[in-house]
């Protein structure tokens, strides 16, 4: 899809399109438009199609009997109604060869204009030759050209194509006139190709036999007006209606996109019998649910929900001239889902270890085939993106290699369908040192009877990590343990100074260790509890002596008998003072019990 910015403009300014040279190989593609008049806030399509160019046209330029080199050849066809052209320059050996597919081509040498005309290369004095048609069936072809001495390479051409809404060539009369006394004719030939040569320079009146059209069931259409200079030419191409049985010229419509607006051409017929009004069929099947058909042959809405895969909805249309005399034809539109693409985080990567990340596209039209990928942004160097496994309805995007630099990297990950429908997701890779440490070089102390809990820590290398004590450590002190994740944790029951080595291994197999010491004190900051007092009714108070900044949980319970009563949290402390006092407001009866225990 393309969309050029242009402006409206009221005065009868015009606007041409174009399409530049590149595209996938082996194409050459329809040509643009000029004429377009746009008033301002208005919005125009043009389409260019293009036309597989599997086989060639060969041949070769001489004069009198000499080859021409670099002059210009070119070969133009009408196909299904659209303007097709494919232009080389000759070699020094006066030979061509020109990239075209199947249809019938009017082959024809650059006499004027430019510096591959002939004019250019070997001057005014030769006979311009005539266009050769050359028909491509599923195999090559060949025009060779001989041009001529004498004549006047200054004199005008007016030459072009009559074909009708099909793109047929339509065979009939054509006149040029220029209101001074010149009145030509001549005849379209067995490709819809006429040719007037050696006009006078000036503006001239192309028109075709309105009688010789009807006849031949043919619509009339205007004269067009061309002005020519000396030693150039123009082409006027004519398209005529087909007066004969009504028909509806549309046989495709594009697919659309669930909940996204669809937007395809008017619908379009052949016949003269303005004006035309478009419906359903009577007895066919209904659009696709938020679809409508407007009485101008416009199909349009929002398509609801479907599958994945698709759905494909099938109907008939109908067009209705002005003499009531009506045409039917069989449609249909496949719906897709909606194009998503995953937005899971992408996992980190590290320097020399081969990587590897899935993002799951899904949706959309991918035909079996897969979907296109692209990105913008920084990838990581050492990772490509790439086409994953492929089902019917989704493609997983895989991005892969082996990272070569550290840091964090953004980019965007972009998928399209086959119907030109896109989806993009913004993604982070963050790529770390193959160098693996363990960033904890101490530990808090440790108190006997008190629980106990510090998480180690590490960088580098590939997450997770998975902790151990070292094969030939001195094992953790008694009550404590180390889990996989790097907590110690416990209640330490001996005190003293303690020694040991814990080894952490990345995902990758990386190991390192450290050796660290732990100092467990002792208990005599065993925590003791005064006579609770009664405040009043379930009011109850008492004192707790410590250690000033050690953590203790007081409990309660309502009886001490086995299976009578759990202990219950009462308060958890926060750097405490040596002595503090604890009310219970809430006591449920008249007896209570209480304890106190080091640590949270």
Same mark, same amino acid.
């Given at each position: 899809?393309?969309?050029?910015?242009?402006?409206?403009?009221?005065?009868?300014?015009?606007?041409?399109?174009?399409?530049?040279?590149?595209?996938?190989?082996?194409?050459?593609?329809?040509?643009?438009?000029?004429?377009?008049?746009?008033?301002?806030?208005?919005?125009?399509?043009?389409?260019?199609?293009?036309?597989?160019?599997?086989?060639?046209?060969?041949?070769?330029?001489?004069?009198?009997?000499?080859?021409?080199?670099?002059?210009?050849?070119?070969?133009?066809?009408?196909?299904?109604?659209?303007?097709?052209?494919?232009?080389?320059?000759?070699?020094?050996?006066?030979?061509?060869?020109?990239?075209?597919?199947?249809?019938?081509?009017?082959?024809?040498?650059?006499?004027?204009?430019?510096?591959?005309?002939?004019?250019?290369?070997?001057?005014?004095?030769?006979?311009?030759?005539?266009?050769?048609?050359?028909?491509?069936?599923?195999?090559?072809?060949?025009?060779?050209?001989?041009?001529?001495?004498?004549?006047?390479?200054?004199?005008?051409?007016?030459?072009?194509?009559?074909?009708?809404?099909?793109?047929?060539?339509?065979?009939?009369?054509?006149?040029?006139?220029?209101?001074?006394?010149?009145?030509?004719?001549?005849?379209?030939?067995?490709?819809?190709?006429?040719?007037?040569?050696?006009?006078?320079?000036?503006?001239?009146?192309?028109?075709?036999?309105?009688?010789?059209?009807?006849?031949?069931?043919?619509?009339?259409?205007?004269?067009?007006?061309?002005?020519?200079?000396?030693?150039?030419?123009?082409?006027?191409?004519?398209?005529?209606?087909?007066?004969?049985?009504?028909?509806?010229?549309?046989?495709?419509?594009?697919?659309?996109?669930?909940?996204?607006?669809?937007?395809?051409?008017?619908?379009?017929?052949?016949?003269?019998?303005?004006?035309?009004?478009?419906?359903?069929?009577?007895?066919?099947?209904?659009?696709?649910?938020?679809?409508?058909?407007?009485?101008?042959?416009?199909?349009?809405?929002?398509?609801?929900?479907?599958?994945?895969?698709?759905?494909?909805?099938?109907?008939?249309?109908?067009?209705?001239?002005?003499?009531?005399?009506?045409?039917?034809?069989?449609?249909?539109?496949?719906?897709?889902?909606?194009?998503?693409?995953?937005?899971?985080?992408?996992?980190?990567?590290?320097?020399?270890?081969?990587?590897?990340?899935?993002?799951?596209?899904?949706?959309?039209?991918?035909?079996?085939?897969?979907?296109?990928?692209?990105?913008?942004?920084?990838?990581?160097?050492?990772?490509?993106?790439?086409?994953?496994?492929?089902?019917?309805?989704?493609?997983?995007?895989? /991005? +892969? *290699?082996? $990272? =070569?630099?550290? #840091? !964090?990297?953004? &980019?965007?990950?972009?998928?399209? @369908?086959?119907?030109?429908?896109?989806?993009?997701?913004?993604?982070?890779?963050?790529?770390?040192?193959?160098?693996?440490?363990?960033?904890?070089?101490?530990?808090?102390?440790?108190?006997?009877?008190?629980?106990?809990?510090?998480?180690?820590?590490?960088?580098?290398?590939?997450?997770?990590?998975?902790?151990?004590?070292?094969?030939?450590?001195?094992?953790?002190?008694?009550?404590?343990?180390?889990?996989?994740?790097?907590? /110690? +944790? *416990?209640? $330490? =029951?001996?005190? #003293? !100074?303690?020694? &040991?080595?814990?080894?952490?291994? @990345?995902?990758?197999?990386?190991?390192?260790?450290?050796?660290?010491?732990?100092?467990?004190?002792?208990?005599?900051?065993?925590?003791?509890?005064?006579?609770?007092?009664?405040?009043?009714?379930?009011?109850?108070?008492?004192?707790?002596?410590?250690?000033?900044?050690?953590?203790?949980?007081?409990?309660?319970?309502?009886?001490?008998?086995?299976?009578?009563?759990?202990?219950?949290?009462?308060?958890?402390?926060?750097?405490?003072? +040596?002595?503090?006092?604890?009310?219970?407001?809430?006591?449920?009866?008249?007896?209570?019990?209480?304890?106190?225990?080091?640590?949270?």
């Amino acid at each position: 899809n393309y969309v050029a910015g242009a402006i409206g403009n009221s005065s009868g300014d015009s606007w041409g399109v174009q399409k530049d040279y590149g595209g996938p190989a082996n194409y050459i593609y329809s040509q643009g438009q000029n004429g377009i008049s746009l008033s301002t806030g208005q919005a125009y399509q043009y389409n260019f199609t293009g036309l597989q160019a599997n086989y060639v046209i060969n041949g070769n330029v001489q004069y009198n009997g000499a080859p021409v080199s670099g002059v210009g050849v070119y070969a133009n066809a009408t196909i299904n109604g659209l303007n097709f052209n494919s232009s080389t320059d000759t070699d020094t050996n006066g030979n061509y060869s020109l990239a075209v597919g199947n249809g019938s081509w009017s082959v024809s040498v650059n006499c004027n204009g430019g510096n591959d005309s002939l004019d250019n290369i070997i001057g005014g004095n030769y006979q311009c030759p005539n266009n050769q048609n050359v028909t491509i069936n599923n195999g090559n072809g060949t025009a060779n050209f001989n041009v001529q001495s004498g004549g006047g390479g200054n004199a005008a051409t007016i030459q072009g194509y009559v074909s009708d809404t099909l793109g047929n060539p339509v065979s009939v009369n054509v006149y040029a006139t220029n209101g001074l006394g010149s009145n030509l004719s001549t005849s379209t030939d067995g490709s819809g190709y006429y040719e007037f040569t050696n006009l006078s320079a000036g503006n001239w009146d192309v028109s075709l036999d309105c009688g010789n059209l009807s006849a031949n069931g043919y619509g009339c259409v205007n004269a067009q007006q061309t002005y020519v200079s000396g030693g150039q030419y123009d082409e006027v191409d004519f398209t005529v209606p087909d007066c004969g049985t009504l028909q509806v010229y549309t046989t495709f419509l594009p697919d659309g996109l669930s909940g996204s607006s669809y937007s395809a051409p008017p619908l379009q017929n052949i016949g003269c019998n303005s004006p035309f009004t478009w419906s359903l069929s009577p007895g066919s099947e209904p659009l696709p649910p938020g679809l409508t058909i407007s009485s101008g042959g416009v199909i349009s809405g929002t398509p609801g929900s479907v599958p994945f895969g698709g759905t494909t909805y099938y109907f008939s249309v109908r067009v209705t001239d002005g003499t009531s005399t009506t045409a039917d034809q069989s449609l249909n539109i496949t719906v897709y889902p909606v194009l998503t693409i995953g937005s899971n985080a992408l996992p980190n990567g590290t320097v020399g270890i081969p990587y590897s990340a899935q993002v799951l596209v899904s949706g959309g039209d991918q035909n079996g085939g897969g979907y296109g990928f692209f990105y913008n942004g920084s990838l990581p160097p050492g990772l490509n993106v790439n086409s994953g496994a492929i089902t019917s309805s989704n493609e997983y995007l895989v /991005i +892969s *290699g082996t $990272p =070569t630099n550290v #840091g !964090t990297f953004t &980019f965007t990950l972009s998928a399209s @369908d086959d119907d030109g429908n896109s989806v993009q997701r913004g993604a982070t890779i963050r790529i770390l040192s193959s160098s693996l440490s363990i960033v904890t070089t101490s530990l808090s102390n440790a108190t006997v009877n008190a629980n106990y809990s510090y998480q180690l820590q590490a960088s580098g290398g590939t997450p997770p990590y998975s902790w151990t004590v070292a094969q030939g450590s001195q094992p953790l002190p008694t009550g404590l343990t180390l889990a996989t994740n790097g907590l /110690i +944790s *416990g209640i $330490p =029951t001996v005190s #003293g !100074t303690n020694s &040991f080595i814990v080894r952490v291994t @990345d995902q990758n197999a990386v190991t390192t260790t450290r050796s660290l010491t732990l100092v467990i004190n002792g208990g005599s900051n065993r925590p003791s509890i005064s006579a609770p007092a009664r405040l009043a009714s379930q009011r109850f108070q008492f004192t707790v002596n410590g250690t000033a900044g050690q953590n203790y949980t007081i409990q309660y319970a309502t009886g001490l008998r086995p299976g009578s009563s759990n202990w219950i949290s009462l308060l958890v402390t926060n750097s405490a003072a +040596s002595s503090f006092t604890v009310t219970d407001t809430n006591a449920s009866n008249n007896v209570r019990f209480y304890r106190v225990m080091v640590g949270p």
